[in-house]
């Protein structure tokens, strides 16, 4: 037994050997069958040549099948079908010997049709049962006496097809720790019902008591279709319980069509959200992007490295990455070389409040589609440091609005926020302001110009999970530290979506817009940040405030408890999406907004912060400072 828990995997030599004594016995047992095990009748019928014969006959077809060449201890269907067409065409080349033999064979080295007949079934029957049955000894290896107090008992929920699939990739992964001990499912017609000895129970209501009894401290949810309210229950109930949750993949996610323990994934953060993820698929953004010279800005940020994955898919002549961020622009474009090798692609390193430089791109390219994501988006360092965030966010995004006019490019999508919604720091009056300038330019050209000119098109979301400098990876960093985990106010809430899904949006407005829309997300329910905080500990296997502490720090400058996605004067309109909404906002002048923005040119030489942040207000009037040390200019307006 210890050379056999030792063993991995059955050499193919031992299978072959294997293999061709079953046949050689099943013939033999062929004999005795057909001779009524009458010892002078099976000595006169040559039943030691004729089931040599049919073993030699059967290890030449196994040449051809390779039914051998099968992992023992991970038998399936397939392996099942390889022996099946062994013992099938070895029985017809018999079969046809036995009529049409002539004087080339002696009549004794061949069985006749009824042994043949009988040597091929239970030989088929001793092939796969054979099999069957070291599979299921090192199953038992794996779970035995010496190694169970190693493994940890788990409960699948899901009793369908890919329930069952996952134990069976769990029971063949010899590093699995996990031994299932039953299952769990909605469906009332499968309770009380057993797969392979292991009982099914209805929904959660024992998940408690196997718990206790059991020692369970597993649960893998492996259900295709299950409503995020049905998952948000399951894994809220696991982390009460102090049981670890994990998913399988998708099916389009499994290596070579087949799932390993492997692929058993732990909870996402995005699977905590309170909603159904938000899945577009618009022919059209084909149809916009294909064969166009297309430049995205912010290219190696995470929304723009994201975006620029989703066009390569679209086919645009020419992909044009610009960012400031010389390594992580070299890392996008490694990932590009290699990932994506048919998208012609151009890496450019530049500033986009860089006037000269952008126009030098801009005449060399001619860009037909923009996609304007760089920005500075930290809002308490942009509260330090309110010029940069002017000049990147407001006059960068100038820039590069009047030099695609200029290049008669056919689409402008800014990239926005929610901060920018009666915004309460500089970095969200700033983005506001870009959206005010990039809506008064398209309505002005829309007035002013009969020919087709560049269409102006504004998106605007929350939190995006796992982007840089967002709070998920932040909690990640210090729960594998030892805590504590830091936030800034027991209330406070933020709307969250997918990196997918905001670049998903950015993509369908550039293809719904018709030029001065800000479109928004109907992102469901906010996400309380303390909540958020407390799942992310309990996950990962410890317990709020005995293994991992949270600590209130306090409002940072400029930060709000709650994000808006439409001020006060803001109304919305329905689109052909119940997901996406246009923000009807109040209309500005182009020429007195330019003006102001050009102003802003002055007073960033003049390197006064206090008279930047007071003509930001007058330009954002809705822009009421929070915890922040320009809460005294709201106070002397």
Known sequence: MNFLSRLKILPRWIIVILDSSILFFCSLFGYLVRFNFDPVAISKSNAFAGSLTFMLGGLLVMQNTKSYEGIVRHTGFRDAGNISKTILINFIIFLFLNFFHGSFLNERFLPPTSVLIIASLSGLISLIFYRLLVKEIFVYLKSGVSEKKLLRNAIIFGAGEAGIIAQEAINRDSKSLLNVVAFFDDDPKKEGKNIDGKRIYRGLDNLEKLSKEQNVKDLIIAVRYLSVSRKKQIIDECLRLNVSVSMVPPVDQWINGGLTAGEIREIKIEDL?????????????????????????????????????????????????????????????????????????????????????????????????????????????????????????????????????????????????????????????????????????????????????????????????????????????????????????????????????????????????????????????????????????????????????????????????????????????????????????????????????????????????????????????????????????????
Not at 321 to 335: G, K, M, R, V
Not at 448 to 476: A, E
Request: hydrophobic share 40%.
């Open 273 to 637: 959200l309170s909603r159904e993820p938000i899945v577009l698929d618009n022919p059209r953004i084909e149809e916009d992007i294909a064969g166009k010279v297309v430049l995205v800005t912010g290219a190696a940020g995470s929304i723009g490295s994201e975006l620029c994955r989703q066009i390569s898919y679209y086919h645009p002549k020419e992909l044009i990455l610009l960012d400031i961020a010389e390594s992580p622009l070299y890392d996008i474009e490694q990932e590009f070389k290699q990932n994506y090798p048919t998208c012609p692609i151009k890496i450019i390193l530049g500033d986009v409040r860089n006037k000269r430089k952008m126009t030098e791109v801009f005449r060399e390219f001619r860009p037909q589609v923009v996609f304007h994501a760089a920005a500075y988006k930290h809002v308490p360092m942009m509260e330090n440091y309110p010029e940069e965030a002017i000049h990147a966010n407001v006059i960068g995004t100038k820039i590069l609005a009047d030099l695609s006019v200029l290049a008669k490019a056919e689409k402008f999508v800014f990239v926005s926020t929610d901060k920018a919604v009666n915004p309460t720091n500089v970095m969200g009056a700033s983005k506001r302001a870009a959206e005010m300038y990039v809506q008064a330019l398209n309505e002005f050209l829309e007035k002013n110009h009969r020919q087709p000119h560049t269409k102006f098109i504004t998106t605007r979301f929350g939190n995006v999970l796992g982007s840089n400098g967002s709070v998920i990876p932040l909690f990640k960093k210090q729960n594998e530290q030892g805590g504590p985990i830091t936030v800034t106010h027991p209330d406070i809430t933020r709307y969250f979506m997918t990196i997918p899904e905001a670049c998903q949006l950015v993509l369908e407005a550039g293809v719904m817009g018709e030029g001065g829309e800000i479109y928004v997300f109907d992102m469901g329910e906010p996400v309380k940040i303390l909540d958020l905080a407390k799942k992310m500990i309990q996950l990962s296997g410890k317990k709020v405030d005995q293994d991992i502490k949270i600590v209130f720090t306090g409002l940072r400058e400029g930060e709000k408890l709650f994000e808006e996605l439409l001020n006060d004067f803001e109304t919305v309109k329905i689109t052909h999406h119940p997901k996406i909404k246009i923000a009807q906002v109040l209309p500005s002048s182009f020429k007195k907004i330019e003006g102001q923005i050009e102003l802003f040119q002055e007073l960033i030489t003049k390197n006064s912060e206090t008279d930047i942040v007071r003509h930001l207000k007058v330009l954002v009037p809705e822009f009421i400072s929070n915890s922040s040390r320009f809460e005294v200019l709201d106070r002397m307006n």
